[in-house]
């Protein structure tokens, strides 16, 4: 008993730790609005990629808890404490530890409150999953180590978290919970089986239970697997546009409003341009819509070959397209936007030599100066791009660049 409690108070101790390292630097300010600005585009629009191109891996530590992921372990954990709390108090199978038990389960609902209640929403990001998994496993180990060990009657507590963290998590995270439930198991067993209890008995029960834990998480796996490949295909489906490969409309407003809100908390501004594929009419009129395809496709491939991972990329519609450029002023939206125009000049489609040939027309416009709204700067960027057309297309316009990018012939403007 007094063992029991040892540990017990030693396993607290060691989850508080883990839970201190993971708040201390909760303490220490807010970040700079650089990090959040910097780091938060490149997170997420590298998150959305990994998405809609399959290489997701499904685990949500990555971006943080999701509310119905939070609302099932609540559901979950308060049922469990209450029903075992009942059980233990109503039958009185184990006086000696109930005590024990007891505490247990209260500090089990504290940790809940801390975690879900007390801090603020998304505090711990994904060290929420590594925190919640450790008191999990913990508190299991506790519970069959003060009920029996090998007899107790709570082993399923174990593949009831790691199948549960299956469903939510990458394979490699599983198989690692999957270890440390084994072995989280085999100590309980060890420390709280009786001593009277058979040596062949104590081995059936810890290879059947363990064989179910491993069959369990197994089978969660594939299927959290299976859920996986359907929910990345529906997001590269939404997200997606199927001809060029980069985004497709939707996506891009979302973009700019997660970027004119970034804006607002570091008080920088971003870029944005707009192009338009000049003669794809006449490619489709005249060689018909699998060489305009041709086109776009190439055109697509430029562009995604000259943005950077935390810019976005999107065909708007038809022959035009448009790219979000953050932490960039208009001169290096405009370097960019040449980049891209020479590109779609030289690339290397099978086009007769005597037919039309594509170029593109470009709009650059910057935040706040040029529109404080996505529609606003939508509007601008269509009118800069208009201008490019109507001044005899395959040039750049919208912004004030350096006179020596003028005189040097980089630059070809309205």
């Given at each position: 008993?007094?063992?029991?409690?040892?540990?017990?108070?030693?396993?607290?101790?060691?989850?508080?730790?883990?839970?201190?390292?993971?708040?201390?630097?909760?303490?220490?300010?807010?970040?700079?609005?650089?990090?959040?600005?910097?780091?938060?585009?490149?997170?997420?629009?590298?998150?959305?990629?990994a998405a809609v191109t399959g290489t997701l891996d499904g685990d949500p530590g990555r971006g943080g808890s999701t509310p119905a992921y939070d609302r099932v372990v609540r559901i979950v954990s308060w049922a469990f404490i209450l029903v075992t709390g009942t059980i233990v108090l109503g039958t009185g199978l184990w006086p000696q530890t109930q005590q024990a038990i007891l505490?247990?389960?209260?500090?089990?609902?504290?940790?809940?409150?801390?975690?879900?209640?007390?801090?603020?929403?998304?505090?711990?990001?994904?060290?929420?999953?590594?925190?919640?998994?450790?008191?999990?496993?913990?508190?299991?180990?506790?519970?069959?180590?003060?009920?029996?060990?090998?007899?107790?009657?709570?082993?399923?507590?174990?593949?009831?978290?790691?199948?549960?963290?299956?469903?939510?998590?990458?394979?490699?995270?599983?198989?690692?919970?999957?270890?440390?439930?084994?072995?989280?198991?085999?100590?309980?067993?060890?420390?709280?089986?009786?001593?009277?209890?058979?040596?062949?008995?104590?081995?059936?029960?810890?290879?059947?239970?363990?064989?179910?834990?491993?069959?369990?998480?197994?089978?969660?796996?594939?299927?959290?697997?299976?859920?996986?490949?359907?929910?990345?295909?529906?997001?590269?489906?939404?997200?997606?546009?199927?001809?060029?490969?980069?985004?497709?409309?939707?996506?891009?407003?979302?973009?700019?409003?997660?970027?004119?809100?970034?804006?607002?908390?570091?008080?920088?501004?971003?870029?944005?341009?707009?192009?338009?594929?000049?003669?794809?009419?006449?490619?489709?009129?005249?060689?018909?819509?699998?060489?305009?395809?041709?086109?776009?496709?190439?055109?697509?491939?430029?562009?995604?070959?000259?943005?950077?991972?935390?810019?976005?990329?999107?065909?708007?519609?038809?022959?035009?397209?448009?790219?979000?450029?953050?932490?960039?002023?208009?001169?290096?939206?405009?370097?960019?936007?040449?980049?891209?125009?020479?590109?779609?000049?030289?690339?290397?489609?099978?086009?007769?030599?005597?037919?039309?040939?594509?170029?593109?027309?470009?709009?650059?416009?910057?935040?706040?100066?040029?529109?404080?709204?996505?529609?606003?700067?939508?509007?601008?960027?269509?009118?800069?791009?208009?201008?490019?057309?109507?001044?005899?297309?395959?040039?750049?316009?919208?912004?004030?660049?350096?006179?020596?990018?003028?005189?040097?012939?980089?630059?070809?403007?309205?």
């Open positions: 008993m007094d063992g029991l409690l040892a540990l017990i108070v030693i396993a607290l101790v060691g989850n508080l730790v883990v839970l201190g390292t993971i708040l201390i630097p909760l303490f220490r300010g807010p970040r700079s609005a650089t990090d959040d600005t910097e780091s938060g585009v490149d997170l997420e629009d590298r998150l959305a990629a505490i247990l389960l209260a500090l089990t609902g504290v940790f809940l409150i801390l975690v879900n209640d007390v801090l603020p929403a998304n505090a711990l990001g994904s060290a929420k999953f590594v925190v919640e998994g450790s008191v999990a496993l913990t508190g299991a180990a506790m519970l069959v180590a003060l009920t029996g060990g090998a007899q107790s009657p709570f082993f399923f507590t174990f593949p009831l978290v790691v199948a549960g963290a299956a469903l939510v998590v990458s394979q490699s995270i599983t198989f690692g919970l999957l270890v440390i439930a084994g072995l989280g198991y085999l100590v309980a067993v060890a420390l709280g089986s009786p001593a009277d209890t058979p040596v062949s008995t104590a081995i059936a029960v810890v290879a059947v239970n363990l064989t179910a834990l491993v069959l369990l998480a197994y089978v969660a796996t594939v299927i959290a697997r299976e859920q996986r490949r359907a929910r990345d295909a529906a997001i590269r489906m939404s997200a997606i546009d199927p001809l060029t490969g980069l985004f497709n409309r939707t996506f891009f407003f979302a973009a700019i409003e997660r970027e004119i809100a970034r804006c607002a908390r570091s008080g920088r501004g971003f870029c944005l341009l707009m192009m338009d594929v000049d003669e794809l009419k006449a490619v489709n009129d005249r060689l018909g819509h699998f060489y305009g395809d041709r086109v776009l496709r190439g055109v697509g491939e430029v562009v995604s070959a000259g943005v950077r991972r935390i810019d976005t990329a999107a065909r708007y519609g038809g022959d035009e397209f448009v790219v979000l450029l953050p932490e960039t002023d208009p001169t290096g939206a405009f370097v960019l936007a040449e980049k891209i125009r020479f590109g779609v000049q030289e690339m290397a489609i099978d086009l007769p030599p005597t037919g039309p040939q594509p170029s593109l027309s470009v709009g650059v416009v910057s935040f706040p100066d040029d529109g404080r709204t996505a529609d606003e700067l939508m509007i601008s960027a269509d009118s800069a791009m208009y201008v490019s057309k109507r001044a005899g297309k395959n040039r750049v316009t919208g912004v004030s660049v350096p006179r020596v990018l003028v005189e040097s012939g980089v630059a070809s403007r309205a």
